[in-house]
């Protein structure tokens, strides 16, 4: 299967080059998301098993008060593939979104996910 491909190292500094905050650890694609809070933490974790789930393709989380690590590793491989990376753009897009400065949503008032 072509989504078995392991990435090399050469295909992962490419890929780190292209997902800044992403980093590669024990053979997982992982990063770190800090939020405003408890409440924002539990809505991340939320919205990261959504699209996980919406792409049949599911990371480890580890959640904490104001924080929440996504490592990703296509378990059946132990080790990172495209669908991992596919994944974690996904997921940076959807999370660190806000309206854009002067659009008619003002976004959220204080420190958002970062």
């Given at each position: 299967m072509a989504?078995?491909?392991?990435?090399t190292?050469e295909e992962?500094?490419?890929?780190l080059?292209?997902?800044p905050g992403w980093?590669i650890?024990?053979?997982?694609?992982r990063?770190?998301?800090?939020?405003?809070?408890?409440s924002?933490?539990?809505?991340?974790?939320q919205?990261?098993g959504?699209l996980a789930?919406?792409?049949?393709h599911h990371p480890?989380?580890?959640?904490?008060y104001?924080?929440?690590?996504?490592l990703l590793?296509?378990?059946?491989v132990k080790?990172?593939?495209?669908?991992?990376?596919?994944?974690?753009?996904k997921?940076?897009e959807?999370v660190l979104w806000?309206?854009?400065e002067?659009?008619?949503?003002s976004?959220?008032?204080k420190?958002?996910?970062?």
């Amino acid at each position: 299967m072509a989504e078995d491909h392991v990435l090399t190292d050469e295909e992962l500094k490419a890929v780190l080059a292209e997902l800044p905050g992403w980093e590669i650890r024990d053979s997982w694609l992982r990063r770190t998301f800090n939020t405003p809070g408890f409440s924002h933490t539990m809505l991340l974790a939320q919205t990261i098993g959504y699209l996980a789930e919406a792409a049949y393709h599911h990371p480890d989380l580890k959640i904490g008060y104001a924080q929440v690590t996504v490592l990703l590793q296509t378990h059946r491989v132990k080790g990172i593939t495209w669908s991992d990376v596919e994944l974690a753009r996904k997921i940076t897009e959807v999370v660190l979104w806000k309206p854009p400065e002067g659009a008619a949503l003002s976004g959220f008032p204080k420190k958002w996910v970062h």
